[in-house]
T-cell receptor
């Protein structure tokens, strides 16, 4: 099975908060990442968190890490239509090499 | 952050032919990687492009099918050889920076007919 697991789909109303969840398996991953992919585009690095941190906030984005449960989440506050995309969680078993989840399709409705 | 340029951005190729994809970075980087994203799928690491030595391939990928060059610290190429429709994918170059961030190019969308 997948080493990194994500739910496949999330629908959210504009202005609400989105929460995307991810579980990973490699406890040696030093960094965990969130990427955004819009249709026809490459991957945009949204944020990352060091494994010894519990939380990281960057403007509308909040990353929570529960290392004990190997659970990572990305919260997007005040979700906008431009946030509609596929969001990938990734762990890094060795630096630079990423193991990706299947991606969560986020659809923002008016 | 690193700026990564990939060429071509897309191509349609005949089966049995080969395509070489270029990846240019605007700064010297130690680590460069090539990924494949099959239609509707996530990304899978093909190989690590090592400067001055052979690439290191992941399980399921071989040098004869995906030869890689890394002539310097800012450039790499990936060739998809003897293509079949199953090779239709997006191929992405990635670089590591500052031991933390990993950046991606815009990808090369390959369709094999």
């Amino acid at each position: 099975g997948e080493d990194v697991e994500q739910s496949l789909f999330l629908s959210v109303r504009e202005g609400d908060s989105s929460v995307i969840n991810c579980t990973y398996t490699d406890s040696s991953s030093t960094y965990l990442y969130w990427y955004k992919q819009e249709p026809g585009a490459g991957l945009q690095l949204l944020t990352y968190i060091f494994s010894n941190m519990d939380m990281k906030q960057d403007q509308r984005l909040t990353v929570l890490l529960n290392k004990k449960d190997k659970h990572l989440s990305l919260r997007i506050a005040d979700t906008q239509t431009g946030d509609s995309a596929i969001y990938f969680c990734a762990e890094s078993p060795s630096w630079g090499k990423l193991q990706f989840g299947a991606g969560t399709q986020v659809v923002v409705t008016p | 952050s690193a700026v990564i340029s990939q060429k071509p951005s897309r191509d349609i190729c005949q089966r049995g032919t080969s395509l070489t994809i270029q990846c240019q970075v605007d700064s010297q980087v130690t680590m460069m990687f090539w990924y494949r994203q099959q239609p509707g799928q996530s990304l899978t690491l093909i190989a690590t492009a090592n400067q001055g030595s052979e690439a290191t391939y992941e399980s399921g990928f071989v040098i004869d099918k995906f030869p890689i060059s890394r002539p310097n610290l800012t450039f790499s190429t990936l060739t998809v050889s003897n293509m079949s429709p199953e090779d239709s994918s997006i191929y992405l170059c990635s670089v590591g920076a500052d031991n933390t961030e990993a950046f991606f190019g815009q990808g090369t969308r390959l369709t094999v007919v």
